[in-house]
């Protein structure tokens, strides 16, 4: 993902970052340092565990990225995970 390979500056014009979403960043590293996973993979699995029904429509060119998504439902984390991140 962009913040993390060229750092805040590369996605300072993204409506998506706001003071909120940065502060969950460090929240979503530690996350994936303890399952692993990926970014897709956490944000997607954090969608899998709302009390909504959600299909997520995920696209891409490259057949890894699909792959990496497809993973998000084995990581098999719970909304309590999220909820004690404050997520």
Request: one cysteine or more.
């Amino acid at each position: 993902h962009r913040l993390d390979a060229a750092g805040p500056e590369s996605v300072r014009d993204s409506i998506y970052c706001t003071p909120e979403n940065l502060a969950l960043k460090p929240k979503i590293d530690e996350l994936r340092r303890q399952t692993g996973a990926s970014v897709t993979q956490v944000l997607l699995n954090f969608f899998y565990t709302r009390d909504f029904p959600v299909v997520p429509l995920v696209f891409s060119s490259n057949i890894e990225h699909l792959k990496d998504a497809m993973m998000a439902p084995e990581m098999q984390k719970g909304r309590d995970v999220y909820d004690e991140m404050g997520v």
